[in-house]
């Protein structure tokens, strides 16, 4: 999330998509989570927005390992 918000399954992603699992990461400190969006949405950079409590939010999809180890 580009936003301070926490995704949950079920939650709606704009142009089509839906929030699969989600959580706040703590090592992170901001909210990440899986879904399905359309193959043309789905490349790492884009941005997108998903339905959090009524509110459109900010997200990011990003390639995976979302997280690497310094050191």
């Not at 959580?23 to 927005?49: C, F, K, Q, W």
């Amino acid at each position: 999330m580009e936003e301070k918000a926490v995704p949950r399954q079920g939650m709606p992603i704009d142009g089509g998509g839906e929030v699969t699992s989600g959580t706040h990461s703590p090592m992170l400190d901001v909210g990440i989570g899986m879904g399905y969006v359309p193959a043309a949405r789905a490349a790492p950079g884009n941005e997108l927005a998903i339905d959090v409590r009524g509110k459109a939010r900010k997200g990011r999809i990003v390639k995976k390992p979302i997280y690497k180890r310094e050191g």
